[in-house]
T-cell receptor, first 117, second 112 residues
């Protein structure tokens, strides 16, 4: 299957600072990427949909000014957690979509574990 | 989007077949069923998908009932590395792309 790479795999930052997470599709072009967040022992929660060259679409309850998403190219989307607080500590996962006819398969990155201290 | 219902957890003996059920009674005629799994602290992994015919790949088989209201993922010979949370998902169209949202899934524990 296609490869999606996230960087960094884990990060620890101080409260009030910003953290950028990168998501790259390594062997295909992804017009759409998705960002998820997962708290311990919970399922993945979709945060936003990122379309190349346009503004991201955020799910209800997700603060767009806090979670900045940029999808400047067909292989790269970034999520910036601004002014991070301890409650933002979570596992962040991106997914890139490769279109194959009618059905599509979403490929996921390995995730980024963010700890805000 | 079509809601899916799965058992919260299941156990399976190593080497035996693991059969994971999923109900999706509100699925529409052109919606696919997808299965993903998530091993602890990793990103989800695509397993298989299907529309109405049964499907098989190197990882698993997918059996879809004739009325398409339910499906079963089969891992023919479960190993300890198959211990994971398995998600049955019916994506829905949203502005030209399919939206993939996760439920609670089934936590499969493969027992030695």
């Amino acid at each position: 299957g296609a490869v999606v790479s996230q960087h960094p795999s884990w990060v620890i930052c101080k409260s009030g600072t910003s953290v950028k997470i990168e998501c790259r599709s390594l062997d295909f072009q992804a017009t759409t990427m998705f960002w998820y967040r997962q708290f311990p022992k919970q399922s993945l929660m979709l945060m936003a949909t990122s379309n190349e060259g346009s503004k991201a679409t955020y799910e209800q309850g997700v603060e767009k000014d806090k979670f900045l998403i940029n999808h400047a190219s067909l292989t790269l989307s970034t999520l910036t957690v601004t002014s991070a607080h301890p409650e933002d500590s979570s596992f962040y996962i991106c997914s890139a979509r490769e279109l194959r006819g009618r059905a599509t398969e979403a490929f996921f990155g390995q995730g980024t574990r963010l700890t805000v201290v | 989007d079509a809601k899916t219902t799965q058992p919260t957890s299941m156990d399976c003996a190593e080497g035996r077949a693991a059969n994971l059920p999923c109900n999706h009674s509100t699925i529409s005629g052109n919606e696919y069923v997808y299965w993903y799994r998530q091993i602890h602290s990793q990103g989800p992994q695509y397993i298989i998908h299907g529309l109405k015919n049964n499907e098989t790949n190197e990882m698993a088989s997918l059996i879809i009932t004739e009325d398409r209201k339910s499906s079963t993922l089969i891992l023919p010979h479960a190993t300890l590395r198959d211990t994971a949370v398995y998600y049955c998902i019916v994506p829905f169209e949203n502005g030209g792309y399919q939206k993939v949202t996760f439920g609670i899934g089934t936590k499969l524990q493969v027992i030695p």
